[in-house]
């Protein structure tokens, strides 16, 4: 089929028609247009190009008709106003294998706002007066003072009649160890492995200095077997490499307990332990 022919068939077939007709922003809006094209023949559509006012929604749709091949383009505008959006051309393979190449157009749309514009200029006032400082009487500002005066001189005349601050030998016990339990109880898992693990090596380092909690493991059990061959070392491994994964891999809320409740009898049992022979 020569160009010609093709242009004849364009001129015969209609433009572009937008449904619905008077679309808003944000409609689905198809873009159908009829090509005429001998019986048989099939038609290969190019997709737009999405840009910020406006989105293809599906693929396009090439349909045969007995008018010829219907193309339909289903898009979204997101602008209102006057849309001339630029069409791909259609490529129409016919049935003796010939290709022509059909011009796209253009179509034009005309896209309503949602809202209707009723926003109006605002009104231009005249620029206020500057707001005036307001005057401060000082009888306040002297109450105020003179009331922080006389109370520092009451706390300073009462610490004075109290006597001097308590020495070193009578401050206060020392607080009580973490409730572990209570920290169990709360979920607290991680804390509560890390707590013990502490606690264990820090009874380890007073028995033993060399065995600190700066070494790693297996070198504190094996400086704790060197210097202590007669305590329980295969127990002690397992309850500190238990206590190590717990912190890392938090156990049951009963598994833990019965580890912390573990470690702390065998923490009874290491005073009890005889020194190694010289």
Known sequence: MSLALVAALLLQGG??????????????????????????????????????????????????????????????????????????????????????LVLGDTVVAEVRAVLPDTAEAPEVRAARPPLGRVALEPLPVVLLGGGTAAALGLWAFLRRRRGPAPGPAEAQAPAPEAPLLRWLAAGERRAVATLAMQRVRLRL?????????GL???????????????????????????????????????????????????????????????
């Open 15 to 100: 433009g572009w028609t937008v449904r619905p007709a008077a679309p808003t922003v944000g409609d689905t809006v198809r873009l159908e247009r009829v090509v005429p094209a001998p019986p048989g023949a099939v038609g290969r559509a190019r997709a737009l190009t999405a840009d910020e006012l406006v989105e293809p929604l599906r693929a396009p749709e090439i349909m045969t008709t007995n008018a010829g091949l219907l193309v339909r383009y289903t898009v979204a505008f997101f602008a209102p106003g006057r849309h001339e959006l630029p069409m791909p051309a259609l490529e129409v393979v016919h049935p003796d294998g010939g290709v022509e």
């Open 205 to 213: 380092e007073a028995a033993v200095p060399d065995a600190t909690r």
């Open 216 to 278: 790693a493991l297996a070198e504190c059990l094996a400086t704790i077997g060197a210097a202590r061959p007669d305590w329980p070392l295969r127990e002690l491994a397992d309850v500190l490499t238990a206590l190590e994964r717990a912190r890392f891999a938090p156990l049951g809320g009963d598994d833990l307990t019965e580890l912390v409740d573990r470690a702390d009898v065998l923490l009874d049992r290491l005073p009890a332990a005889a020194p190694a022979p010289a």
